[in-house]
Nanobody
Framework: QVQLVESGGGSVQPGESLRLSCVAS????????MGWYRQAPGKQRELVAT???????NYADSVKGRFTISRDNAKKTVYLQMNSLKPEDTAVYYC???????????????WGQGTLVTVSS
């Protein structure tokens, strides 16, 4: 069974940094894009950043210049370095991967369970 497990969330003050990690495990043949999404209380889940297997990245306008997404394909891990955090970054952050479990299987999306990031003074 394929799983994504996030870590690195926590409570910080405005201006501080956090680094999130997400490790994929289980029977995985190939991971295409990976990404981070977030959901604040009372709001819909939104895209934060994505990265392809070739390391092309895409960011939400609200995090450009502050957040950096990266990945280690050998470790099946995606990271999100979050700098200059703001109270409006407070949310549950979810990891996402588009992957195939076998050479002949279709790509499917897998989600992690989420990790809470709280930014408050």
């Amino acid at each position: 069974q394929v799983q994504l497990v996030e870590s690195g969330g926590g409570s910080v003050q405005p201006g501080e940094s956090l680094r999130l990690s997400c490790v994929a495990s289980g029977k995985i043949f190939y991971i295409n894009a990976m990404g981070w999404y977030r959901q604040a209380p009372g709001k819909q889940r939104e895209l934060v950043a994505t990265i392809t297997s070739g390391a092309s990245t895409n960011y939400a306008d609200s995090v450009k210049g502050r957040f950096t997404i990266s990945r280690d394909n050998a470790k099946k891990t995606v990271y999100l370095q979050m700098n200059s955090l703001k109270p409006e970054d407070t949310a549950v952050y979810y990891c996402n991967a588009d992957l195939r479990e076998r050479p002949t299987s279709r790509y499917r999306e897998v989600w992690g369970q989420g990790t809470l990031v709280t930014v408050s003074s």
